[in-house]
């Protein structure tokens, strides 16, 4: 089966939420998802690490078909371990580039990130995702080249909503 190199987002987050998996959408989808105009390749999720959680993401990712993507000629299948291991897991799967994150850069987990979270809608579907001040803290202290880029419109987006 090919496996795109460009994500489904909402495919993706589909195929979590049916299964019940309890995850945070952070980095560039979530800047997307809180509406900057940005790209993104991948969807990223913190997921929480108890062994229910991880149960659940197990079977969506197989039935995604994952792998981890270097080397992808190995197709190394994610297992239980990975998965609850509190580093970063990026896969490839039938729906796109799937990076699960146990913890952010500066060690806040599932957890540590709820009290920073936010559901949003489109009237349909809802999705947990990192709040705006929060997301903005991430990609400055990240500082790569690709976060420069997206953090002066999400504070113009910040701006944007504390006028309203």
Same mark, same amino acid.
């Given at each position: 089966?090919?496996?795109?190199?460009?994500?489904?987002?909402?495919?993706?987050? =589909?195929?979590?939420?049916? @299964?019940?998996?309890?995850?945070?959408?952070?980095?560039? +989808?979530?800047?997307?998802?809180?509406?900057?105009? +940005?790209?993104?390749?991948?969807?990223?999720?913190?997921?929480?690490?108890?062994?229910?959680?991880?149960?659940?993401? +197990?079977?969506?990712?197989?039935?995604? =078909?994952?792998?981890?993507? @270097?080397?992808?000629?190995?197709?190394?299948?994610?297992?239980?371990?990975?998965?609850?291991?509190?580093?970063?897991?990026?896969?490839?799967?039938?729906?796109?580039?799937?990076?699960?994150?146990?913890?952010?850069?500066?060690?806040?987990?599932?957890?540590?990130?709820?009290?920073?979270? @936010?559901?949003?809608?489109?009237?349909?579907?809802?999705?947990?995702?990192?709040?705006?001040?929060?997301?903005?803290?991430?990609?400055?202290?990240?500082?790569?080249?690709?976060?420069?880029?997206?953090?002066?419109?999400?504070?113009?987006?910040?701006?944007?909503?504390?006028?309203?």
């Amino acid at each position: 089966m090919a496996h795109p190199r460009q994500a489904d987002l909402a495919g993706l987050i =589909d195929a979590l939420q049916a @299964e019940g998996v309890e995850f945070i959408v952070v980095g560039g +989808a979530s800047a997307v998802l809180h509406g900057a105009l +940005a790209m993104t390749q991948d969807l990223d999720v913190v997921h929480r690490l108890t062994p229910e959680n991880v149960a659940r993401l +197990a079977t969506v990712l197989e039935g995604l =078909d994952a792998f981890v993507r @270097e080397p992808a000629q190995r197709r190394l299948r994610p297992q239980a371990a990975h998965l609850s291991s509190g580093g970063q897991l990026n896969l490839l799967t039938s729906l796109g580039p799937l990076d699960l994150l146990g913890r952010l850069h500066d060690g806040r987990g599932y957890d540590e990130l709820l009290a920073h979270s @936010e559901v949003l809608t489109d009237g349909i579907h809802q999705v947990r995702v990192v709040d705006l001040p929060t997301l903005i803290e991430i990609k400055t202290t990240a500082g790569r080249a690709k976060d420069r880029i997206v953090v002066p419109m999400l504070l113009a987006l910040l701006r944007e909503r504390e006028r309203h």
